[in-house]
């Protein structure tokens, strides 16, 4: 990076952080008593000036009280400073990461340390003496009564040789058939209305989503859209793909050869709509990815025989998005979820011609461990209100948190949401708004993949 590129970058940075210090001028309510005597320390609050320029410039400015100092200390910051090109312990320049992991893309880490190792200690200080000891919020909430007025398990006789990793399950109510992907063996597993399996297919990758294509199908075979995350864990590699896949219950055959869209990074979701209003369908994919990553439309291009792609944003995480008239305008808009750096939910609203306006209807907090949502109508006002899930808890501040839990945002009537209900619950992972009990209302149900087991469900 030359001097002059530089020094633009670094005056970016300081416009950004001008518009973060007023932020967290207007949020002092965040910060535990003592905070404002501590930063009588010229030493600490120079740190504070250095991370909000360095900190809040690629998100949400990561606030202190978001987490325990010894969590900052030795797991948040250490992830951190890569970005920022230094050692995480000593402060000193590292090497280009890109030139050790070829999947790596040019723009997330600098060539050049941002921070000298004076300045990058001075913030680590500032983060370890404003940090709260541990993290504490008051709220009363009812009890979780656990019975089976709704729900019973079956369990379907099989047995794999790992212990299973289930990665996606997909039921056709029309056919009855359950498609379970897992990971520890590369298999995907059919079983009939019964429990009883009927396949199983060795795969390339485990499968992430399975989006049944209606209107392909007939009474003899199953057709679907496949998406092949190719790397479970964290990268950036481009070993997904979408593919047509069909299972054939007469033979007992799933066939996946039939490729559609490949060298993804992580893609975990896909689906099939016409956004445009052609007739014709496009298909949307989330990236979710590891450093990259974006939600994107694929359009046929019927004149070279090809599929277009066009990129509704770039950023890591995206892991789920709906499709569907959110503006009442007539057309088809969607709505994502981005769940890494930047956690927010997206609006992209279609203004014809395949123009698509970008907006955000929710911004969180980096530590939020955004995880899923819905778009439902609570209170019959005719607008859509957000159920969200916010638990996500195995990046780099594995600690059970808070504000982790099962959100209700309400809508205004303009798109713009304020929380209505919070329920704390760690690990929350998804949520469905449906009648449940009959009563004409929405009921939620909830699951949680990192439960805080010795002390709540």
């Not at 670094?10 to 930063?39: E, K």
């Not at 983060?127 to 089976?148: C, G, K, N």
């Amino acid at each position: 990076m030359s001097r002059t590129k530089l020094l633009v970058f670094v005056s970016v940075l300081i416009v950004l952080a001008v518009v973060v210090i007023f932020q967290i001028l207007n949020n002092q309510d965040h910060f535990f008593p003592g905070y404002d005597d501590i930063l009588q320390d010229p030493y600490l609050l120079h740190g504070q000036e250095l991370s909000l320029i360095y900190c809040g410039s690629c998100h949400v400015y990561p606030d202190p009280s978001l987490l325990p100092k010894t969590t900052w200390r030795f797991e948040t910051l250490p992830a951190i400073a890569p970005f920022l090109g230094v050692d995480p312990f000593s402060g000193e320049g590292i090497q280009d990461a890109r030139r050790t992991n070829p999947y790596v893309p040019d723009h997330i880490y600098p060539s050049e340390p941002m921070v000298t190792a004076s300045e990058w200690q001075n913030i680590v200080d500032f983060y370890w003496h404003t940090a709260p000891d541990e993290l504490v919020r008051e709220i009363s909430v009812p009890e979780i009564i656990i019975d089976s007025l709704f729900f019973s398990s079956q369990i379907p006789v099989f047995e794999t040789e790992a212990e299973p990793v289930v990665t996606s399950v997909t039921f056709d109510e029309q056919s009855g058939y359950i498609f379970v992907s897992n990971s520890s063996d590369l298999g995907l597993y059919i079983f009939d209305r019964n429990l009883e399996k009927v396949n199983h297919t060795i795969l390339e990758s485990p499968i992430s989503d399975i989006t049944l294509i209606k209107g392909e199908a007939d009474c003899d075979t199953n057709v679907f859209l496949a998406t092949f995350i190719g790397n479970l864990f964290p990268s950036d590699a481009p070993y997904g793909s979408v593919r047509k896949g069909i299972f054939d219950p007469i033979r007992s055959t799933a066939d996946f050869d039939s490729l559609i869209y490949g060298n993804l990074a992580r893609p975990v979701a896909s689906q099939i709509a016409d956004v445009n209003g052609d007739g014709i369908d496009e298909i949307i994919i989330n990236e979710f990815g590891h450093r990259d990553g974006s939600v994107f439309l694929l359009e046929k291009d019927d004149e070279n025989n090809s599929l277009q792609k066009e990129i509704l944003i770039q950023t890591p995480g995206c892991i789920q998005s709906y499709v569907l008239d959110f503006t009442g305008n007539g057309m088809n808009d969607i709505v994502s979820l981005c769940t890494q750096t930047d956690q927010a939910i997206y609006l992209f609203e279609n203004k014809g011609n395949n123009q698509f306006e970008r907006s955000t209807l929710l911004q969180f907090e980096i530590t939020a461990g955004s995880s899923s949502f819905e778009l439902v109508d609570f209170n019959d006002d005719g607008y859509f209100d957000i159920l969200y899930t916010s638990g996500d808890n195995a990046d780099f501040s594995k600690i059970f948190k808070p504000y982790h839990g099962v959100y209700i945002f309400g809508n205004n009537g303009v798109n713009r949401f304020d929380e209505k209900w919070f329920y704390p619950l760690h690990g929350a992972y998804n949520a469905k708004a449906r009648d449940f009990t009959g009563n004409g209302e929405p009921d939620i149900a909830v699951i949680s993949y990192f439960a805080d087991y010795e002390n709540s469900p």
